[in-house]
């Protein structure tokens, strides 16, 4: 039997593993394209990164594992090509690519083989430059022979926008290591708040920083702390690793970009979790993994509406985290005093949330992905 084709411009570590889970299910080609620095190795570390010119797996100095699946290298251009290629039995693909997710949708339909779309879109971007991908998108949501997505709440959006064979893959992260005991504690103060993301505009932080502020919580009694990487946007991310100053006696401590058993140790180390994501005119958030993340330590979660665990319902407020509204600081001060004030709920939540993560796995996803496959495959009806 011919391989599937799956197509794909980002295999970070901490996807490694669901691709794997589907590369032990089916037989299946992944087709990178992308640069040379956007799919990781095996989840050891982190920032592993394929440079696809040298095909080399590095961090820092360090030589990684190979991917353990098969892959291609392709450019963006040459996906039309080799989708059309007649090498395989149907083609899947993210709704990204302004020249690889039309061209795989041609290519699958000049070869006479189905086409999956595998969707994480909950609301297209407004901007200019997306609003020429409109129409195409709404055009594969309904001709796609299949659309996977990430959840309900993409679920609900594809739909509404003419998709009749939809799947859910939920999203996963490796759920044995997150959820490993944490030996190196990471601790600022006895009630520790975490964050952990890039410092862009949409995670958040500039309305993270008011609700911080607005929630009374001072030193030596409580603290933020800010782990990730990028470029800070927001006078909370631009913090130091020394308490912030101005705005109150409230610690808030940047530890910068970390390795994922740095991140583990922070998660296990902390008492909630925050996911203040905001709305953009380019950027909902599609899931937000952290979530899984910390609740694989048992640890409650706060997330605004407009992050996708909470639209998808693995953050359900009042069950297994906190679901507050975006860009409302307010509202997000009080359900941070709230868990402060309040170590049985804290536990509640934690233990609820421990509870329901486990099963959002890797063998899920594929299974879900699987499923999208043999109903395009067969042509049946929609889950």
């Known amino acids: ?220 009694h409580a603290a933020l702390v800010l782990v990730g990487g990028g470029r800070p946007r927001s006078r909370a991310s631009a913090a130091s690793a020394a308490p912030l100053r101005g705005g109150g006696a409230s610690a808030v401590y940047a530890v910068g970009a970390l390795r994922p058993l740095e991140v583990r140790n922070f998660l296990g180390s902390s008492d909630v979790c925050v996911i203040p994501s905001i709305r953009t005119l380019s950027f909902r958030e599609p899931w937000g993994l952290v979530a899984n993340e910390a609740m694989n330590q048992g640890l409650p979660v706060i997330a605004t509406d407009a992050v996708g665990a909470a639209a998808g319902g693995l953050v359900r407020h009042e069950r297994t985290g906190l679901v507050v509204p975006a860009g409302d600081h307010v509202a997000l001060a009080g359900a941070i005093r709230r868990l402060y004030d309040d170590p049985a709920l804290r536990h509640r939540l934690g233990s609820a949330g421990r509870e329901a993560v486990a099963d959002y796995t890797f063998e899920a996803w594929a299974d879900g992905i699987l499923g999208a496959l043999k109903a395009a495959e067969e042509g049946g009806s929609s889950c």
């Open 1 to 220: 039997m011919k391989p599937v084709l799956f197509v794909t411009n980002h295999v970070p570590a901490a996807r490694v593993g669901a691709f794997a889970a589907l590369a032990a299910k089916t037989d299946v080609v992944f087709a990178l394209y992308g640069g040379r620095v956007r799919h990781g190795g095996v989840p050891n570390g982190g920032g592993q990164v394929l440079n696809c010119r040298t095909g080399k797996r590095t961090y820092g100095k360090e030589r990684l594992d190979p991917l353990p699946f098969e892959t291609v290298e392709v450019s963006e251009r040459g996906v039309h090509a080799l989708a059309a290629s007649g090498r395989y039995r149907a083609v899947i693909t993210g709704t990204v690519g302004r020249v690889a997710l039309p061209g795989a949708y041609a290519g699958a339909r000049r070869a006479d083989v189905p086409f999956v779309l595998w969707a994480s879109l909950w609301a297209h971007p407004k901007t200019p430059a997306h609003a020429g991908s409109w129409l195409m998108l709404q055009h594969l949501y309904r001709s796609a022979d299949a659309v996977v997505t990430y959840g309900p709440h993409v679920s609900a959006y594809v739909r509404a926008n003419g998709a009749l064979r939809v799947f859910e893959a939920p999203q996963a992260v490796d759920n044995a290591f997150w959820g490993g005991q944490v030996a190196d504690l990471r601790r600022r103060a006895p009630f520790q708040v975490v964050f952990t993301g890039r410092g862009a505009r949409e995670k958040g932080l500039t309305v993270l920083g008011r609700a911080w502020r607005a929630s009374g919580l001072q030193v030596p």
